[in-house]
C-alpha cells in the first residue's frame, strides 16, 4: 500500500478522523471544538465505551460507539479505515486525556495516513504535560516515557536506561506499583533526585508534592491515601555537571557567593579561583542553587 503523508495525497471522497481529547478529569476541561466534533460525527470510536458513555451523557450527545482498544486495535483498524472511506466521519477518543498518549490509536491513525485518509487533531487535556506545567521542574526539554514496565527487572532496567538522561522525565505510574517504582528510582537516581508526583490532576482531591525521592517516600508511607488514584511523576534530570567534578570547597565557595552575588558573577569568581571552566559552574549553580 502506498504511503500518502501529504495533505495533497488525501482522497476527497473518504471521511475524517478526528483525534479528540477529552477531560482527564474535570468536566468543564473539554473544549468546545471537541464538543461540536462529537455532536457531528457518524461513529466514535472508544477505548471504554461504558466510560465514554457516561461522558457524552453528561453533555446529551448520542452517537454509535465502536470499541477500540489495546487488543484488539490491529484487527479492528482495518473495518474503520473502510468505513472512512465510505465517506464516514469518525472520531477516536480515550478514557481520559489525549488519545495515543499512553493509549490506543498509533495502527489506527498510521492506516489511515497511508490510506489517504485525511486526519484532524482536536486538541485538549493531556495529563503528562498538565503535571509537567505544574511541577517546577525545567521544561524546555523532556522525555515522556509513559508507563514502566510492570516486572521488577524489566523496570528497574529501563530506569538504568535513563539514569543519566539530562532531560526532564515524566512518567505514569498506577497506584499499586507507585512505591515499588519509586524505591527502583531512589536506587538508580540516588534519593537526593528531585521530583514531583502529580495525583488526580484536576479533580477533588489533587495533589502536587515536590521534594527529594527519599523524602517523597518517606511522605507517601505516612498516609496510605496518597498514593491512591491517577499519578504522574516529574523527575528531574541529571545535571550535566555533576558535584564530583568540583572540589567541595569549589561548590561551597560558589553557595555562599550566590547569597549575595548573581550566578554569573560567583560562576566567574569561584572559576578563577580553582581553575575550572566558568560555563560549568553556572549550569552547577542553575541545577542546585537557583
Known amino acids: 500500500m502506498k504511503n500518502r503523508q501529504n495533505s495533497s495525497e488525501i482522497s476527497p471522497s473518504y471521511g475524517i478522523l478526528y483525534i479528540v481529547a477529552t477531560p482527564i478529569g474535570n468536566l468543564g476541561d473539554i473544549t468546545q471544538r471537541a464538543l461540536d466534533t462529537l455532536s457531528s460525527v457518524d461513529l466514535i470510536a472508544a477505548?471504554?465505551?461504558?466510560?465514554?458513555?457516561?461522558?457524552?451523557?453528561?453533555?446529551?450527545?448520542?452517537?454509535?460507539?465502536f470499541a477500540l482498544h489495546d487488543?484488539?486495535?490491529?484487527?479492528?483498524?482495518?473495518?474503520?479505515?473502510?468505513?472512512?472511506a465510505k465517506g464516514e466521519n469518525i472520531a477516536l477518543i480515550s478514557d481520559a486525556g489525549t488519545p495515543l498518549i499512553s493509549d490506543p490509536g498509533f495502527h489506527l491513525v498510521r492506516q489511515c495516513r497511508q490510506a489517504g485518509v485525511k486526519v484532524v487533531p482536536i486538541p485538549g487535556a493531556?495529563?503528562?504535560?498538565?503535571?509537567?506545567?505544574?511541577?517546577?521542574?525545567?521544561?524546555?526539554?523532556?522525555?515522556?516515557?509513559?508507563?514502566?514496565?510492570?516486572?521488577?527487572?524489566?523496570r528497574y532496567d529501563k530506569?538504568?536506561?535513563l539514569e543519566n538522561e539530562s532531560r526532564t522525565l515524566i512518567f505514569y505510574e498506577s497506584t499499586h506499583r507507585i512505591l515499588d517504582t519509586l524505591a527502583d528510582m531512589q536506587k538508580i537516581f540516588g534519593e537526593e533526585r528531585y521530583i514531583v508526583m502529580a495525583r488526580e490532576i484536576t479533580k477533588t482531591w489533587e495533589t502536587i508534592y515536590s521534594d527529594q525521592l527519599g523524602n517523597l517516600i518517606e511522605w507517601l508511607n505516612e498516609d496510605s491515601n496518597?498514593?491512591?488514584?491517577?499519578?504522574?511523576?516529574?523527575?528531574?534530570?541529571?545535571?550535566?555537571?555533576?558535584?564530583?567534578?568540583?572540589?567541595?570547597q569549589a561548590i561551597k565557595l560558589l553557595e555562599l557567593l550566590c547569597q549575595t552575588l548573581p550566578l554569573k558573577k560567583a560562576a566567574s569568581i569561584v572559576a578563577e579561583t580553582f581553575g575550572y571552566k566558568k560555563n560549568a559552574l553556572y549550569q552547577?549553580?542553575?541545577?542546585h542553587f537557583q
Open 47 to 65: 477505548e471504554d465505551t461504558r466510560h465514554s458513555g457516561l461522558l457524552l451523557s453528561h453533555y446529551g450527545i448520542k452517537k454509535p460507539f
Open 71 to 84: 487488543h484488539n486495535e490491529q484487527q479492528k483498524a482495518v473495518v474503520l479505515v473502510e468505513k472512512l
Open 126 to 154: 493531556c495529563a503528562a504535560i498538565t503535571a509537567l506545567c505544574a511541577s517546577g521542574v525545567a521544561s524546555d526539554r523532556f522525555c515522556f516515557e509513559g508507563f514502566l514496565p510492570a516486572k521488577t527487572k524489566a
Open 159 to 161: 530506569l538504568t536506561e
Open 226 to 248: 496518597r498514593i491512591k488514584g491517577e499519578i504522574v511523576l516529574i523527575v528531574e534530570g541529571k545535571p550535566h555537571h555533576v558535584a564530583e567534578e568540583f572540589s567541595k
Open 284 to 287: 552547577y549553580g542553575l541545577a
